[in-house]
C-alpha cells in the first residue's frame, strides 16, 4: 500500500532539489520524489491534494529525557516567584493538606535561580515549613535542589559522606564539613533508594509503556519520529519500549545513552550499553551512546570557564569533571567498543577540554577513529575556539527553547558582562562547517509543552522567550543579548532534520525526503519560511507520518 502526495510544497533537504510538489510513498518507503504532473495515479495509489500545504522530513529531537518527564507528574508546581516566604507559605500550606500518610515525600518545582541571589537556601529554612517529612524543590536551572534536614538524615547523609563527583554531583556544605541543604546536579539519587526504604514508600515511578507513552503521544502529535534520550536510567525504559514496538504503537526510532563518571568506571558502562543492545537494539532501538558531564551550570557558577568567575575570589575557574588526557583515554575506550559519546558542557574551557581530547584521541589513533562526538549546550564558547567542531569532526547540539529568558539572567553574576551577551552563539560555529543539532532537553512535564519543535524554533529566531521574557526595562523588547544570535530556520530544520538523523546515525534512512529513504514526513498547516518569526509556535502538524503510515493528524 502507498499514496501519492500531490500539490504540496515540499521541503526535501536534498540539495540535489531542495523543494518539489509531491512525493510518491510505497510500503513505508518514499519511491518518487519531484513534480507530479506528469504521473498522477502511480500505479492506482491514492492522491492526497495537499492544496499547497507545506511537507517537511519527519523532525528529530537529537536531545530530550523521556525517562525523566514520564517519572516527574507527580511533582508538585510551585508559585513562580522569587519571594521566598511566598515559597515558604506555599509549601507548609501543601504539606498541611497532604499529611504524611498521603504524601510520605514532597517534590516541588520549581523556584527560580534568581531566588537565593545572595546566599543557597539552607536545610533550616526548609524546615521552618515542613519537618515531618522529606521535602526536596528543584531549581528552575534543573542543576540544584533544596532540601530539607529529615531528608538528609533519611538519606543518610551528613559530614562524612563524600561526594560522588566532588565540585560537580556534591552536596554543599558548610565550614564545618556539614550539608548545607544545597545539592549540586543529581546528586541525592545515589541515596533515594536507602531513603525509600526508611520511610517505606516509593514515589510512582515505574517506567511502564503507560507511563511513558504520553511522552511519545505528544512528540508524534508535533511531528517528533526520532529522538535521543541523553540520559536512560536503564532496563525498564528499554523494555517498555520493546513492548510498544511490538504492538506497533513506538512510532520513533530511539537512541539511548548510558551515563559514565570517569575513566575508571566507564569499562563496566560499555559492558552495560553492549548487553541492553544486544537486548533490545533493533529496527527502532539502539543504545549504542555514553554520556559524560564534563561540567556544571553558568547559573551555578560551577562551568569551567577559562578566565576567573566574577563571583569567586581570588580565582576560581568553576569545576570540571575529567582533564584532556583523561577524557581523551575515556575516548579511545569508546572508539574500540564503537560507542558514541555525548558529552554535556556550557563553559568556555570546558568546550576547549573537550576539543583538546578529541584532537589527542584522533591523532593517537588516526585512521583507526570510528566514533562520533556530540559536544551538547557549549552556552559560552572562546571565539577563537568556534571553528573547532567543524576541524574536529564532532557535532554540537543546542537546545533552542533556551535561547530567550528561559533562565534568566542569573548567570551573569558568575560570567560578567561581556561573557553572558556572548552566550548562546551557534551562527559562527554553523558557518565554520559544523554539523548543529537540535534538541528540548525537557526534564519533567512541568515544561514538556516546550518540546515542540516550532516553539523551539520561534525563541531561537526571535531571542525573546514568551513565557519568562527577560525584564525589557533591561532588555529592549525582551530580546537576550546579542540580535545577531538569532538563528536561521534554514539551520534549524536542517539540524532537526537531516544533519540531527547524522548525530543519530540515521542519515542513511531518514532526515530528507528522497528516493529510497523511509516515509517520515510532517505536513503543517503553514509554510514556517513564510509565517512571521514570533509566529513560529502557532505552526501545527496537521499530518504526521510514521514510515508510510499517518500516526497523528489526517491528510
Known amino acids: 500500500m502507498g499514496m501519492v502526495l500531490s500539490n504540496a510544497r515540499v521541503y526535501t533537504l536534498d540539495v540535489q532539489q531542495p523543494v518539489v510538489g509531491g512525493v510518491v510513498i510505497e510500503d513505508g518507503v518514499i519511491t518518487r520524489v519531484g513534480e507530479l504532473d506528469s504521473w498522477q495515479n502511480v500505479a492506482g495509489l491514492p492522491v ?15 536531545h530530550t529525557h523521556p525517562s525523566m518527564v514520564s517519572q516527574s507528574f507527580w511533582h508538585v508546581r510551585l508559585p513562580w516567584t522569587t519571594d521566598v516566604d511566598e515559597i515558604l507559605c506555599f509549601i507548609r500550606e501543601y504539606a498541611q493538606a497532604h499529611p504524611v500518610a498521603e504524601a ?30 522529606p521535602v526536596l524543590c528543584q531549581d528552575f536551572s534543573d542543576h540544584e535542589h533544596w532540601v530539607n534536614s529529615t531528608m538528609l538524615e533519611l538519606m543518610g547523609v551528613d559530614k562524612n559522606t563524600p561526594d560522588p563527583v566532588p565540585g560537580l554531583e556534591m552536596f554543599v556544605r558548610d565550614e564545618d564539613g556539614n550539608p548545607t541543604g544545597l545539592l549540586r546536579e543529581f546528586v541525592h ?39 535521543f534520550e541523553a540520559l536512560l536510567p536503564d532496563e525498564q525504559l528499554l523494555q517498555s519500549l520493546d513492548e510498544l514496538d511490538s504492538r506497533g504503537e513506538l512510532n520513533v526510532y530511539y537512541e539511548g545513552a548510558l551515563q559514565f563518571q570517569d575513566l575508571a568506571g566507564l569499562p563496566q558502562v560499555l559492558a552495560r550499553v553492549e548487553e541492553l543492545h544486544a537486548g533490545y537494539g533493533g529496527a527502532h532501538i539502539r543504545i549504542r551512546t555514553v554520556k559524560l558531564f564534563l561540567d556544571g551550570t553558568n547559573e551555578s557558577g560551577n562551568s569551567a570557564v577559562i578566565a ?20 581523551t583515554q575515556c575516548l579511545i575506550l569508546c572508539n574500540d567498543a564503537r560507542v558514541d559519546v555525548h558529552i554535556h558542557l556550557v563553559g568556555d574551557r570546558a568546550f576547549r577540554v573537550a576539543c583538546d581530547a578529541v584532537g589527542v584521541a584522533r591523532q593517537r589513533l588516526a585512521d583507526r577513529w570510528m566514533i562520533q562526538v556530540t559536544l551538547a549546550h557549549c552556552e559560552l564558547v572562546d571565539p577563537s575556539d568556534m571553528a573547532r567542531p567543524a576541524e574536529l569532526g564532532v557535532f554540537v547540539n543546542w537546545t533552542t527553547h533556551w535561547s530567550g529568558g528561559y533562565f534568566g539572567d542569573e548567570a551573569r553574576q558568575h560570567l560578567g558582562d561581556e561573557r553572558w551577551n556572548r552566550m ?18 525537557v526534564v519533567t512535564g512541568y515544561e514538556l509543552h516546550r518540546a515542540a519543535p516550532m516553539f523551539g524554533m520561534q525563541v531561537a529566531a526571535t531571542r525573546v522567550d514568551p513565557e519568562y521574557p527577560l525584564d525589557p526595562a533591561v532588555y529592549p523588547d525582551s530580546i537576550r543579548p546579542r540580535a545577531d544570535a538569532m538563528l536561521s530556520r534554514e539551520l534549524m530544520l536542517r539540524g532537526h532534520t537531516i544533519d540531527a538523523a547524522r548525530q543519530l546515525r540515521l542519515a542513511d534512512r531518514l532526515g530528507s525526503i528522497e528516493a529510497g529513504k523511509v516515509a517520515n514526513l510532517v505536513v503543517l498547516n503553514a509554510d514556517l519560511f513564510d509565517v512571521p518569526a514570533e509566529a513560529l509556535s502557532q505552526v501545527k502538524c496537521d499530518a504526521v507520518m510514521f514510515e508510510g503510515k499517518i500516526v497523528s493528524g489526517s491528510l
Not at 48 to 62: E, K
Open 189 to 227: 539519587r545515589h541515596f533515594l533508594d536507602g531513603m525509600y526504604e526508611r520511610i517505606g514508600w516509593r514515589p510512582p515511578q515505574d517506567l511502564t509503556p503507560e507511563r511513558i507513552k504520553p511522552f511519545f503521544d505528544f512528540m508524534t502529535e508535533h511531528g517528533v519520529t526520532s529522538l
Open 424 to 441: 548562546y552563539r551557534f551562527n559562527e560555529i554553523a558557518a565554520a562547517g559544523a554539523v548543529v543539532t537540535f534538541g528540548s532537553d
Open 48 to 62: 492526497y491534494d495537499l492544496g499547497g500545504r507545506t511537507v517537511i522530513p519527519g523532525l528529530i529531537d537529537a
Open 308 to 327: 576567573p568567575m566574577c563571583s569567586h575570589a581570588p580565582a576560581g575557574l568553576g569545576e570540571i569533571a575529567m582533564d584532556v588526557e583523561e577524557l
Open 104 to 133: 510520605p515525600f514532597l517534590y516541588f518545582e520549581y523556584y527560580p535561580s534568581a531566588t537565593f541571589r545572595d546566599g543557597g537556601p539552607t536545610k533550616e529554612l526548609l524546615d521552618s515549613a515542613v519537618s515531618d517529612r
